[in-house]
């Protein structure tokens, strides 16, 4: 590698680092994925078991173990909190912004692959995962790395050169295979789909690499991400191992959690959540000028397929969540840069329409700095649109509103202007520069002033009650409703009485050891209330607290 390209390399490293590690635990995570992955973390440790993954240590089959070895690794180094629960992430965007460089400049140039990292970082929802304790963010790059290898070995057997063909399909696969031990079987579902149109479409529906190569590539997924279950079903048996395929198969065919959504939801969470970037990849999407690289080209028709097949997989699947179709941050903004170099080259121009998606979606996000530090200051304006008696109660958290919480706007509106500026006049990397950096920074910016606010009307209440009992011997209890802050706030242990699962036994039970707390929400506080035996002690922003009053505590 080019001493310069080098120095790019490290130089991508480093600004990931400086978005990407500062703050991490700056705000308490959130229910219920950043708490419920980082509970299973913690269960680890206390159990000293990196085998089955547990969740009120009891057995959670929902997900492998790899990304929660991961923050279980950060949690014995750093401590058990929220900088440990997503450190891993923000290592994985500092990884993924310097592969995107390495495999643009191998496909196409320094440039391009500059390009290629800077629309991931500048983009809203892919900065923002870096920054978050969801497994997303490792699974993806494990397809996405799978699949590059798996293409890298499709070309060098076209061009018969089978030693490197076969390790190449040998890497993809132990890559798909990790993404297996980190979310599930889906990893191979999503490249498998992949390859199947791309085979139909392009290649008449013959191999694209020897069978043997092929086989290969399965049975190294296969021996990768099944060698945790093979492992469980020696140990344990096979009920664990029948429950996480009957989760997976739940997953795709029933909402899940009551998280539905209309037919193009997730087309719209990635136009407006990839902004700025996703601008330019819809232009690619339809009609690109071809380069002068054969491999160049194909590889945009791979992009283009992992992006449709992504996208209408997750639009069929029932569940309707925002991270589902992050996979697609990969080919959105490889496409982006795909496009801008051809703006670069002048065969390409900043069309109209594409001028006006900019700014009308980028309007948008500023309306939106706008309008939260205004709601913060006079929540009476949105509380009579509110029927939620939950949500209503949520805006009479103390959450300190200064007044400024509109920068990050004015840092879009500036950026965007800028961008516009520079662009008219043919400076087109420094405007794809001031666009990408401009965007990481209102992300960055967002994050500082927004979430621990929003976090404050959300949950705190309900997780600084938890915290507040991590040093008591106490059972608490939720009721009506799912969270894991107890669990993994108050510090819970392994139980020494299996009773204490039953809830009915918490609530009414007469031969309760241990103090029982209680938490709810104001709407269903009345049936807590109408219990005798439960003293309310505390209601704050939504959420109520209650206490058997017949135990010793």
């Known amino acids: 590698m080019p001493t310069q390209d080098r120095h790019y390399a490290w130089g991508i490293a480093l600004l990931g680092a400086l978005f990407f590690l500062p703050f991490l635990g700056g705000v308490h995570l959130f229910d219920w994925d950043e708490i419920n992955f980082a509970e299973a973390a913690r269960e680890m440790l206390v159990r000293d078991d990196y085998l089955r993954v547990h969740i009120n240590f009891q057995p959670f089959w929902e997900k492998p173990p790899f990304f929660f070895w991961l923050q279980a690794l950060a949690m014995r180094a750093l401590g058990v909190g929220e900088y440990a629960a997503r450190l891993p992430n923000a290592i994985c965007g500092i990884i993924t912004l310097v592969a995107l460089f390495l495999i643009g400049r191998r496909l196409h140039s320094a440039r391009l692959g500059l390009y290629w990292a800077g629309a991931y970082l500048g983009s809203v929802l892919p900065f923002l995962y870096f920054k978050s304790g969801i497994i997303d963010p490792w699974f993806n790059l494990f397809i996405f790395l799978g699949l590059y290898y798996f293409v890298q070995g499709y070309w060098n057997s076209q061009e018969a050169r089978a030693g490197c063909a076969w390790r190449q399909v040998a890497v993809g696969g132990l890559y798909i295979g990790l993404g297996m031990l980190t979310k599930g079987p889906v990893a191979l579902l999503v490249v498998g789909l992949v390859i199947a149109v791309y085979q139909a479409v392009y290649g008449r529906f013959r191999l694209l690499v020897s069978v043997g190569q092929f086989m290969g590539f399965l049975l190294a997924s296969l021996v990768v991400g099944a060698a945790w279950l093979g492992l469980e079903t020696w140990k344990n048996g096979d009920w664990f191992v029948r429950e996480f395929f009957a989760y997976q198969y739940r997953l795709f065919s029933t909402p899940d959690a009551g998280h539905k959504g209309f037919p193009g939801y997730h087309a719209v969470v990635l136009l407006l959540g990839c902004f700025p970037f996703s601008v330019f990849a819809v232009r690619a999407l339809w009609r690109a000028p071809d380069t002068p690289s054969a491999q160049a080209n194909d590889f945009l028709r791979w992009m283009k397929i992992l992006f449709w097949v992504v996208l209408i997989l997750f639009s069929v699947v029932q569940s309707k969540i925002v991270h589902y179709s992050s996979l697609a941050y990969f080919p959105i903004t490889y496409l982006a840069a795909y496009t801008w170099e051809n703006v670069y080259q002048g065969q390409l121009s900043l069309s109209g329409w594409m001028k006006a998606l900019l700014w009308g979606i980028g309007s948008l996000w500023i309306l939106v700095c706008v309008a939260l530090p205004v709601l913060g200051l006079h929540p009476e304006l949105i509380h009579p649109w509110l029927q939620d008696p939950f949500a209503q109660a949520n805006l009479e958290a103390e959450v300190y509103w200064s007044g400024w919480e509109f920068l990050p706007g004015l840092v879009l509106l500036a950026v965007l202007i800028g961008f516009t500026y520079l662009n008219k006049r043919g400076r087109y990397a420094k405007a794809y520069a001031a666009l990408s950096l401009g965007g990481a920074v209102f992300v960055w910016l967002a994050l ?64 309760v050891d241990k103090a029982v707390y209680v938490m709810s929400k104001i709407h269903r506080a009345s049936e807590l209330e109408a219990m005798p035996h439960l003293e309310k002690i505390g209601a704050r922003n939504g959420f109520v607290f209650f206490r058997r009053k017949d135990l010793a505590h």
Do not use: M
């Not at 997780?463 to 510090?491: G, N, P």
């Not at 699962?501 to 009414?508: G, I, N, P, T």
């Open 448 to 511: 500082v002033f927004y979430v621990k606010r929003v976090e404050g009307y959300s949950q705190r209440a309900a997780v600084e009650f938890c915290k507040q009992r991590a040093q008591e011997d106490c059972y608490i209890v939720t009721y009506a409703y799912k969270s894991y802050a107890h669990l993994f706030y108050a510090a819970k242990q392994p139980p020494t009485d299996v009773r204490s699962y039953d809830k009915e036994w918490l609530l009414h039970g007469q031969d």
